[in-house]
């Protein structure tokens, strides 16, 4: 209570100063009020006036922000335009206040930011989703629904947010900061199903009284789109036993879909099933030894799908036990290592040229391997792949500026610049199956006693499709090797590469010249070369990073699911920028928009 003693009278001030006391720059003058201040310890009740004590100058809030406004707001100075208006709650209608402690309209520091009080301006949610650009207009009430749990706005507003931000979001700025959890290793989850498969397995093998050690086959975030399980058959009243792997699609129902999983496993199980026994059936016709032709892919025990139980299974030997190793993931391959991979991925595609040609009621199948990816696309795959091609032009820096155009161009379309790409009928009449995705966790290679590698084995056979030969080449090398690999070595490579397929062709009784000459090789480079980089942007940067950095695919998939476009485009922002900023995915990225524009493929 404070006493008026203006004109000698005395007056309880009860809802604010006196009446007839002016007011200058929003304090009080005059007596009973001494440079603008109230009399009494903080904190101070500003329903009556604005405050006073040491910490206070003229009516104003001293010290460094942030400020403890819950008594009221401050007047005067650097308020302005967005004042708060009425009693507490305040309306924040006209926009938040000014100011050294708001920055651009938005909440300051580090999060969880207290909005007690009231919702910052232009925030909204649409079924528990953030809707339109920053800053937020929560006016409408509080979201709905997933991902808000533990801390979900309750109430009318204004909200109560005293717990924390909603789950799996923080704010900076105004704008919704994604908490990408890490990859890690999940349980195994062992259903009936997979059991019953392994079980088929072991009986085929000759097993009778056996166990099952179950264990996982690979290290974290080595599976973008299976879960590999090591399992050891083992003969209980004898020493037999054999060790295989068992690829399962992930249990987690929102990343199968994301990902299309049930599509591309079934791709696998048939190529493994159908496409690689016709293709050694066919060379073993034509009396192709093992070390002339291809045969590099696994021993496959059991693969399948079942469509009622929406599962599958592969079950396949463990090339590991048989001295087989990847190529690290973290450096550029070799010139030794690829020679090996191109002469077998010649020897391939010639098996392909054959077949096409001497059995073509077989082989017409083939050509309805069409592109699961470019085949299921969505707003979410398509802002990735833009900023994925930004990255690339981010990589190249001051001095490209030609190069950089060039890169930025391909966002002007970029999916059906992939379409056209791998588009079979387009690469007619030169089209052939081909892996799909060749880089360097994807083949194994075994080596001599003295360390030279002698052979490669082709795994993850999930993405073949039909198309350009040159899809599976410009996808290794923008990928898996390096510039100065590129300009030392890639017309040796090429060269490689067509004289393997030659070879092959020739011995299936086909020919070259007709079929896929080196010229023709050279222009299917120029006209799909491009798919190459288009890759490298999205996949360099992942290949780069330790698995234990990678982000978590069930939550990504979960996100994914929401389709919030706001949410998505900072999180995919947030991941593209944590991927492509280290050293070596910049200049991978650099040198092969650079080389691809040299070679004429940009």
């Known amino acids: 209570m404070i006493e008026n003693e203006v004109n000698g009278t005395s007056e309880v001030i009860k809802n604010g100063p006196p009446s007839g006391i002016p007011f200058q720059n929003g304090k009080p003058s005059g007596p009973p009020f001494e440079n603008g201040k109230f009399p009494g310890p903080p904190p101070f009740d500003m329903s009556q006036g604005p405050p006073s004590g040491p910490q206070f100058e003229k009516g104003k809030f001293s010290g460094p922000p942030p400020f403890d406004m819950s008594r009221g707001p401050p007047s005067g100075p650097p308020f302005e335009k967005g004042n708060f208006s009425g009693p507490p709650p305040f309306d924040m209608s006209q926009g938040p206040p000014s100011g050294p402690q708001f920055e651009k309209g938005n909440f300051s520091g580090p999060p969880p930011f207290d909005m007690s009080r009231g919702p910052p301006k232009g925030f909204s949610f649409e079924n528990g989703n953030f809707s339109g650009p920053p800053p937020f207009d929560m006016s409408r009430g509080p979201p709905s629904g997933p991902p808000f749990e533990k801390g979900n706005f309750s109430g009318p507003p204004p909200f109560d ?10 704010f900076e700025n105004g704008k919704p900061q994604i908490e990408i959890p890490f990859a890690t290793q999940k349980e195994i989850v062992m259903t009936d199903y997979i059991r019953q498969s392994l079980d088929k397995v072991a009986t085929s093998e000759g097993f009778k009284n056996y166990t099952l050690d179950i264990d996982h086959g690979s290290s974290i975030g080595d599976g973008f789109v299976g879960i590999m399980l090591k399992v050891i058959i083992k003969e209980v009243d004898s020493d037999k036993c054999i060790k295989v792997l068992a690829k399962v699609p992930p249990p987690n129902k929102a990343r199968r879909e994301m990902m299309q999983l049930t599509s591309i496993f079934k791709r696998e199980v048939y190529i493994y099933n159908v496409l690689l026994p016709e293709f050694v059936e066919f060379q073993k016709e034509k009396k192709i030894p093992e ?7 696994p021993k496959v025990y059991y693969a399948d799908f079942n469509d009622e139980l929406d599962d599958g299974i592969i079950v396949m030997e463990d090339l590991r036990d048989s001295g087989h190793r990847m190529w690290s993931k973290y450096e550029p ?17 010639a098996v392909s040229f054959a077949m096409k040609a001497k059995k073509p009621e077989i082989f017409q199948k083939y050509k309805e391997l069409d592109d699961y990816m470019t085949n299921n696309t969505d707003e979410n795959f398509k802002g990735w792949m833009e900023q994925s091609i930004t990255g690339v032009a981010n990589s190249l820096g001051e001095g490209n500026e030609k190069v950089k155009a060039k890169v930025l161009k391909l966002n002007e379309d970029i999916i059906q610049i992939m379409k056209s790409c791998i588009d079979g009928a387009a690469a007619e009449p030169y089209a052939v199956v081909n892996h799909g995705d060749c880089w360097t966790n994807n083949y194994l290679y075994h080596y001599t006693k003295r360390g030279k590698p ?11 499709r039909y198309c350009s030969p040159v899809i599976d080449l410009v996808y290794f090398f923008f990928i898996c ?3 100065a690999l590129r300009l030392k070595h890639f017309d040796e490579l090429l060269g490689v590469y067509h004289s393997s397929l030659k070879e092959l062709l020739d011995h299936l009784g086909g020919d070259t010249v007709t079929q896929f000459p080196f010229t023709a090789l050279l222009r299917h480079l120029k006209k799909f070369g491009k798919f190459g980089v288009i890759m490298a942007a999205m996949v360099v940067p992942m290949l780069q ?3 234990t950095e990678l982000m978590d695919m069930d939550f990504m998939a979960e996100k994914m699911k929401e389709a919030d476009p706001v949410v998505m485009e900072e999180m995919i922002k947030q991941y593209m920028e ?17 080389d691809a524009v040299k070679y004429g493929y940009l």
Request: aromatic share 8%; glycine share 6%; net charge positive.
């Open 481 to 483: 090797t390096d510039s």
């Open 291 to 297: 070390s002339k032709g291809f045969y590099n892919f």
């Open 545 to 547: 990073m330790k698995n």
């Open 454 to 464: 002698e052979n490669i084995v082709l795994i993850d056979w999930q993405i073949s």
């Open 333 to 349: 391959i070799n010139l030794e290592h690829s020679k090996l991979l191109l002469t077998t991925l010649g020897r391939f595609h």
């Open 578 to 594: 944590k991927n492509q900023t280290s050293t070596t995915s910049v200049n991978r990225l650099r040198e092969a928009a650079i």
């Open 161 to 170: 947010m005293s717990q924390g931000p909603p789950k799996g979001l923080s």
